[in-house]
């Protein structure tokens, strides 16, 4: 029972999400025909095709400029309150900060259009500044979408200005509403949802602190294994039913797969996945595939696979396709499950492709090591024949 609700939650929050989306559809297309249908002088056709064309690439810079300056905000007021840049991700593109330089490497999680992520200050009697970090891309994006609006006011006259101002406006507004008005969207919590996880629980921030912390080690090329055992403590179930201290539940998972412990990690997510807790699509999804690999690799039981790899789970592994730890899932997948070294070749040589520009370096070693260990089980099984 408490699962159904929980799914009809989910596709609530969903639909909210997708009449966001809707909305701004509908008010951008709204603005390009009340420009189109304006009384002028006749036109040749080829300036009518170039206006129409210039209206839609103005929506689709629109999205792309408030994105960025989205990502922008949080980086602003993170570095006035306090936190040191870590990454700055749009789309796929990641600039990331390795020995003192920025690097450009490429990061594809499925349900965000960009990240920025940076390294917290030091916890002061359990307290950090979390609303301006978390809030900053949305209030960024209102003061843009005003600016933008009075623009659009001042400039009724001015052919095809006028409407793309009132686009970058409309654009402003439903980024900023889509973010900072608490949803969870599907695979990921928004920011305004973040700020509600943290306010009033000292727990959901020390989880917060330790997220940021262990993002700022990866990217020093400091694997989970070797960062302190403090910041991995399992937290009870009653308190992953925040999603902050859910995500803690989580690395805690994945450092024992780092450190080898699969029986022991095995059996913390079979755990985290049955109780109900606030954990996020993305991270429940990673956590199956993990649970997979470890079942591959051990018993191997056809069954077990089967029960795992639900329509839910494929959908996810194939927007999530040029994920490291996604890829090595595959790769023991076609190996061990479907027994096609043809296709498992193809997926290896993947991820080989996706790790040349994959930004946290030594995360990778731990995903090479999971690879051999699906190769070794297949060889095993070929000298046993």
Not at 364 to 381: G, Q, T
């Amino acid at each position: 029972m408490k699962t159904r609700k929980k799914k009809k939650k989910i596709v609530w929050q969903q639909c909210v999400g997708f009449a966001f989306l809707l909305l701004v559809g509908a008010a951008c297309g709204l603005s390009m025909v009340l420009y189109l249908e304006q009384p002028s002088a006749e036109k040749p056709l080829h300036e009518e095709i170039l206006t129409t064309v210039s209206l839609f690439l103005g929506m689709y810079v629109a999205f792309l400029f408030h994105l960025t300056v989205h990502e922008a905000g949080h980086l602003l007021f993170g570095l006035m309150t306090g936190y040191r840049f870590c990454s700055f991700r749009i789309g796929s593109f990641m600039w990331i900060k390795e020995d003192g330089k920025l690097k450009l490497k490429r990061l594809t999680i499925a349900g965000t259009g960009g990240q920025c992520l940076m390294a917290p200050p030091d916890l002061k009697d359990g307290k950090m500044p979390l609303v301006l970090y978390n809030l900053g891309g949305s209030i960024i994006n209102l003061i843009l979408c005003a600016l933008f609006f009075a623009a659009y006011l001042l400039t009724p006259e001015i052919l095809i200005l006028s409407p793309i101002l009132f686009i970058f406006a409309i654009m402003g507004f439903m980024t900023a509403l889509m973010n900072g008005i608490p949803m969870r969207m599907g695979t990921v919590d928004n920011d305004g949802y973040n700020a509600f996880a943290l306010s009033k629980n000292k727990e959901a921030v020390e989880a917060f602190w330790v997220q940021l912390k262990t993002v700022e080690q990866s990217a020093k090329g400091i694997r989970l294994k070797d960062m302190p055992d403090e910041w991995f403590a399992f937290p009870s179930d009653a308190a992953m039913k925040n999603s902050m201290v859910a995500t803690r539940g989580v690395f805690a998972c994945n450092r024992l797969m780092d450190a080898g412990k699969y029986t022991e990690a095995d059996a913390m997510m079979a755990h985290l996945l049955s109780i109900e807790s606030g954990m996020v699509g993305l991270h429940r999804s990673l956590l199956i595939c993990d649970r997979m690999f470890i079942e591959l690799i051990g018993e191997d039981r056809s069954d077990v696979i089967e029960k795992m790899l639900t329509k839910e789970q494929k959908r996810f592994m194939k927007a999530m396709k040029r994920f490291p730890s996604v890829l090595r899932t595959e790769y023991a997948l076609a190996l061990l499950f479907e027994k096609d070294t043809v296709k498992a070749e193809k997926v290896k040589a993947e991820f080989e492709k996706v790790a040349r520009s994959y930004p946290y370096v030594h995360d990778l070693d731990a995903e090479w090591e999971l690879l051999h260990l699906a190769e070794n089980k297949a060889a095993e099984a070929v000298k046993s024949l």
